[in-house]
């Protein structure tokens, strides 16, 4: 039997409703996790790298400047490319051709040797990724039905520790020659591109006309006044903005806050971190992910586990060692990736219309990818005046204010 629209779940399609997941979810953990690889090679190891070798004494600002300015491209990207599939009736291509352009955009971004440079090649590199993002973030909502969203969305976020894992480790073996890190994260997105539309058939979609640029405009800002969509938003941005802001500086952190074991390397450091983190991420991934569905609960999952992202975060206040940031780490694992595997379930339950499900996922992922990329500008503000110690106490607080903010939610328990 086929469904109608009027018989779809709010933020379900028809495609979804009837959607097969067998095969879908191993691609989805694929797409991602190149994704996140790319993400925190460059954003944790190589970009902070290469802007210390071009001007050491500024780099804490020179970070966060270039972060600063590449989050106009990501969050301008990702809603733009959202709304673009979903006039098109397709992801497939979108993912494919921004996982190919990748490649080039990371040879660049690789290649540059001023300030200047880097910041222009990472503003490509972001607004590549954001179309690649926005498309395959389309793809839960699409093609899954509505009560296998939260295994979904476990897959989903099981990318993040693996490409976290990943990504740092290419990026740390590739610290002397980053050019080659660069290349080689972009290609891997690559491949999962093909890999992904290769294996993932999708179903055209009616396409939409297109809209006057001030209709888009006003749709996009629309979507915010809906109730639950705008907190999911809210309580999103803030949690992730205070994760980034520590983890966008965790080299920096690392050369100038803890104290080390003698011997041991800034980047070797964040190659150890790396897999305490995805441990802690994966076991709280398939944990939140299986019980929230089970439960038929979500607020109480995203909750807690930004109430224990805060705590984690106040670790290293209090032991700036290297035992300090052990426990830090494998604490703020567990919190970030419960939270991402229910949080992305929730949030596809509030989205306003099935239709403009692409357009309107676009628009709630610059609550994750516009804090990924501000964190190491907001970080530099607050490091420049008041050192590092604040930037934890300060992600503590948004971390919990992020708990707070789903607490208004109405349609999800």
């Known amino acids: 039997m086929v469904n109608s629209d009027a018989d779809l779940s709010v933020g379900e399609t028809p495609s979804a409703a009837n959607a097969p997941t067998k095969g879908l979810l191993p691609l989805l953990f694929v797409g991602n996790a190149a994704m996140y690889a790319l993400y925190s090679g460059v954003g944790g190891v190589l970009l902070p790298l290469q802007i210390e070798h071009i001007d050491p004494a500024n780099k804490v600002a020179n970070l966060g400047l270039v972060a600063g300015i590449a989050a106009v491209f990501a969050t301008v990207f990702n ?21 190919l352009s990748s490649i080039a955009a990371m040879a660049l971004l690789g290649s540059v040797r ?4 880097v910041a222009i090649a990472w503003c490509i590199g972001q607004a590549v990724m954001n179309v690649y993002q926005a498309a395959i973030t389309s793809v839960v909502p699409d093609r899954v039905p509505r009560e296998r969203r939260g ?12 490409g976290t894992v990943v990504g740092v480790v290419l990026a740390s073996v590739a610290s002397d020659h980053y050019g080659i890190g660069y290349l080689a994260l972009g290609v891997l997105v690559g491949v999962a591109a093909v890999v992904f539309t290769a294996g993932a058939r999708e179903q055209r979609m009616p396409p939409k006309k297109a809209a006057p640029l001030r209709d888009q405009a006003t749709a996009f800002l629309s979507v915010l006044r809906e109730h639950d969509f705008r907190w999911a938003f809210i309580g999103r941005a803030l949690l992730v903005l205070g994760y980034f802001c520590v983890v966008g500086y965790q080299l920096y952190i690392l050369q100038d806050h803890i104290r080390l074991p003698e011997g ?27 019980l929230s569905d089970r439960l038929d609960r979500r607020k109480p999952f995203v909750a807690v586990s930004s109430v224990l992202a805060a705590v984690a975060l106040l670790i290293p206040v209090f032991s700036p060692t290297w035992g300090g940031m052990l426990a830090f780490t494998a604490l703020n694992g567990l919190a970030f990736g419960c939270f991402m595997a229910v ?32 964190g190491p500008f907001v970080a530099s503000a607050v490091v420049s005046l008041v050192g590092y110690s604040s930037l934890f106490i300060l992600g503590g607080l948004l971390s919990v204010l992020g708990a707070l903010a789903v607490a208004p939610i109405r349609s999800v328990r």
């Open 79 to 99: 809603p733009v490319a959202g709304a673009l599939s979903d006039r098109s009736g397709r992801r497939n291509p979108w993912i494919l051709a921004a996982g």
């Open 114 to 117: 001023t300030v200047l440079l």
């Open 151 to 162: 295994i979904a969305s476990a897959a989903v976020g099981l990318g993040i520790p693996l």
């Open 264 to 290: 041991m390397k800034p980047a070797t450091a964040v190659a150890y971190l790396a897999p305490i983190s995805a441990v802690g991420m994966t076991l709280s991934t398939v944990v939140g992910g299986v």
């Open 343 to 374: 949080d992305t379930a929730l949030v596809t339950m509030v989205l306003p219309k099935a239709e403009d499900a692409a357009r309107d996922m676009g628009v709630l992922n610059i609550a994750s990818a516009g804090p990924q990329i501000l």
